[in-house]
């Protein structure tokens, strides 16, 4: 019952966060043992890690954070959890959630942050961001929340075996080039639907520093300083290490189970056509990499290459979107879809209520395996969507 009841107040605080720093946020919810995940379901630990620091980790993903706790002036949720819950604490956000990344055009077309003024280059309210914002000389884009089930083992894939996959002047001819988001710095981009940022520590910096307004110190992405009346950095730096502890160690989401006989029929025939039509050329199945303790290769079904590909909306009247780091407008990590039955809406503006229109959706390098998609057969496309959505 308060679960529910909390559930439904973050909405709220999320969304009135960013007009200002109010103080009418419950205490945080102390998990009770019986609310967490026992192996095999969503949102577990992976087996062999430290229980206590994932226990712990978790803690702070779900607390809501207090203004005394350095929450605030302007923040987008009051808690991680806030806009990562669907299906276990660590899923996916609804759509009403969605967090909008703001850019300045000017009269040549050159793209700025938004970064003076009022306005916040990236909010969770959209209506407050255009008030802020003449329609003309801004640039929206919005951003659903991605489920983290699984990320500590993305992290984990060497960048030669990502790199292998790399075809940036599609050599090959197949229409499909893909390449890597590298950082400034040399970095590999990982995560984000962009593959803007490297590690998932770094996400944690830039979460907390960007979604509550909580300082930290000690990576390019952290937000070190704010202008409340509280002494920054404001987060304790074990509170960090315990959350990315928690999210690195959080298992994949589990494999679909009692599937009738004619299901698992159906679900082998979507497989294979999954691949025929194409899919799987973004969507690879199976990456790897090497147990550094026990030199035992690991295989990790996450359905993605990790690579940005230009996939403008096929069904958007004009384009949309804005470039992030070297990633352009239209730019887009094929993001993983293990899990995906738990992490409606989709694409990365949750503007996606089914996978159909999803698939529907992928433009550019996605084109040609929706042109096969569309010549399926009315029940082949039955069997591939029943795959994906039982994924
Ligand atoms: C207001 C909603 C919101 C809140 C609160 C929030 N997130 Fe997120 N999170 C998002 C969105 C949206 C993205 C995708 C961002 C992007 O790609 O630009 C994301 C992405 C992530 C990712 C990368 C996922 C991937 O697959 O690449 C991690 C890790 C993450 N968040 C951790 C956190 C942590 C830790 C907190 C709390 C400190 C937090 N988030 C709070 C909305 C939120
Ligand atoms: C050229 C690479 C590529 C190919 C081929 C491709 N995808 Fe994608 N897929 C992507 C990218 C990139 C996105 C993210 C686009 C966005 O959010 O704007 C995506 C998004 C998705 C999503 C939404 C996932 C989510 O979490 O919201 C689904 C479902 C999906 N693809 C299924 C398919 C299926 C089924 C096929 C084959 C018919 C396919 N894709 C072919 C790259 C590809």
């Known amino acids: 019952m308060l679960r529910t009841f909390k559930k439904k107040v973050l909405g709220v605080a999320g969304l009135l966060g960013i007009l200002s720093s109010t103080s009418f946020f419950f205490a945080g919810a102390i998990l009770e043992p019986e609310d ?9 630990p992976l087996v062999g890690v430290d229980v206590a620091q994932y226990n712990s980790g978790r803690v702070f993903f779900d607390k809501d954070f207090q203004n005394r706790d350095g929450l605030g002036p302007h923040f987008n949720a009051d808690s ?37 003024g009022p306005l916040v280059s990236r909010g969770s309210r ?17 951003r659903n929340s991605p489920p983290l089930f699984g990320l500590g083992l993305l992290e984990k894939i060497p960048r030669t075996e990502i790199e292998s996959r790399v075809d940036e002047d599609d050599s090959d001819g197949d229409g499909i080039s893909g390449r890597i988001h590298e950082l400034e710095n040399g970095e590999l981009g990982r995560f984000g639907w962009k593959a803007q940022i490297p590690t998932i520590r770094d996400f944690v910096h830039d ?13 390019t992405f952290a937000v070190s300083e704010d202008d409340d009346e509280f002494a920054d950095p404001e987060l304790d730096p074990s509170i ?55 030199s035992t290769p690991i295989i990790v079904r996450a359905f993605t290459d990790l690579l940005l590909h230009d ?3 096929a069904l958007a009247a004009a384009p949309t979107g804005i470039p992030d780091g070297d990633a352009s407008a239209t730019e887009f990590r094929t993001p993983p879809l293990w899990g995906l ?43 591939l969507l029943f795959y994906v959505e039982n994924l």
């Open 80 to 116: 991680c959890q806030a806009c990562h819950n669907r299906g276990a604490i660590g899923g996916a956000g609804r759509r009403d959630l969605n967090v909008f990344r703001v850019l300045r055009e000017d009269d040549d077309g050159i793209l700025s942050h938004a970064s003076e």
């Open 207 to 219: 979460a907390f520093g960007q979604e509550l307004s909580v300082t930290t110190v000690g990576s």
């Open 240 to 294: 960090l290490d315990d959350v990315e502890y928690f999210i690195q160690s959080l298992a994949p989401p589990p494999l679909v189970s009692n599937l009738s006989d004619g299901e698992e029929f159906l679900n082998e025939e979507g497989e294979d056509l999954f691949e025929s039509v194409g899919c799987t050329a973004c969507h690879v199945p199976e990456l790897s990499y090497v147990d550094a303790d026990t």
């Open 311 to 313: 996939l403008p909306d």
């Open 341 to 383: 039955r738990f992490s409606a809406p989709y694409f990365h503006d949750g503007y996606s209520e089914s996978v159909e229109n999803a698939i529907l959706r992928h433009g550019g390098e996605g084109a040609s395996s929706v042109e096969n998609f569309q010549s399926l057969s009315e029940g082949e496309r039955a069997a």
């Open 36 to 44: 967490y995940p026992s192996a095999g379901e969503l949102g577990a």
């Open 126 to 142: 959209w209506d407050v961001a255009k008030e802020d914002s003449p329609r003309t000389n801004r640039v929206f884009e919005e």
